[in-house]
T-cell receptor, first 110, second 113 residues
Framework: QKEVEQNSGPLSVPEGAIASLNCTYSDRGSQSFFWYRQYSGKSPELIMS????GDKEDGRFTAQLNKASQYVSLLIRDSQPSDSATYLC??????????FGKGTSLLVTP | DAGVTQSPTHLIKTRGQHVTLRCSPISGHKSVSWYQQVLGQGPQFIFQYYEKEERGRGNFPDRFSARQFPNYSSELNVNALLLGDSALYLC????????????FGQGTRLTVV
């Protein structure tokens, strides 16, 4: 069974702070890693993809991947109340299916 | 550019009935995948179709079936509906079959009563 684990939260951070979201996965053959944001009642929205070890930055978002330790993280700088949502980590091996964690709920307080 | 479109957005069905959900991928995308998301959980993979062929199937009963049409749109069919089939059904579109970014439609909220 391929597991993707996330702390369910809620993770509460003040406005302007850095939010750090973490995800671990069990399948060492995993090759592609994604972060989705999902607002309540809406569908998941892709915000970051990462395929190789290291950091990938896109605006206020940074994804970090460490395949040896089997974890991937998402940093959100200058957090805004509009960032309050559930963040889903998704992982694939060489196959076709996205394997999702249960998501971490983030609350950014003004 | 139009994103992934799903229809209908909401649906209420009775136990034992059949339902068909529809999805149109992003223009140029040849892969469509279906996911089921129940409250408090991450989406669960149901099917993937690429170039009109089934490329993968998740751990769902045979009551679930799907197909992809020549224009790459797709249908998900569920027979003999159970209360437990109540969920958000998501369609994801991607350029190719593996290891590429997937973009979700707005989903179909199915309620079985």
């Amino acid at each position: 069974q391929k597991e993707v684990e996330q702390n369910s939260g809620p993770l509460s951070v003040p406005e302007g702070a850095i939010a750090s979201l973490n995800c671990t996965y069990s399948d060492r053959g995993s090759q592609s890693f994604f972060w989705y944001r999902q607002y309540s009642g809406k569908s998941p929205e892709l915000i970051m993809s990462i395929y190789s070890n290291g950091d990938k930055e896109d605006g206020r978002f940074t994804a970090q991947l460490n395949k040896a330790s089997q974890y991937v993280s998402l940093l959100i700088r200058d957090s805004q109340p509009s960032d309050s949502a559930t963040y889903l980590c998704a992982v694939t091996d060489s196959g076709y299916a996205l394997n999702f964690g249960k998501g971490t709920s983030l609350l950014v307080t003004p | 550019d139009a994103g992934v479109t799903q229809s209908p957005t909401h649906l209420i069905k009775t136990r034992g009935q059949h339902v068909t959900l529809r999805c149109s991928p992003i223009s140029g995308h040849k892969s469509v995948s279906w996911y089921q998301q129940v409250l408090g959980q991450g989406p669960q993979f149901i099917f993937q179709y690429y170039e009109k062929e089934e490329r993968g199937r998740g751990n769902f009963p045979d009551r679930f079936s799907a197909r992809q049409f020549p224009n790459y749109s797709s249908e998900l069919n569920v027979n003999a509906l159970l209360l437990g089939d109540s969920a958000l059904y998501l369609c994801a579109s991607s350029l190719s079959a593996v290891n590429t970014e997937a973009f979700f439609g707005q989903g179909t909220r199915l309620t079985v009563v």
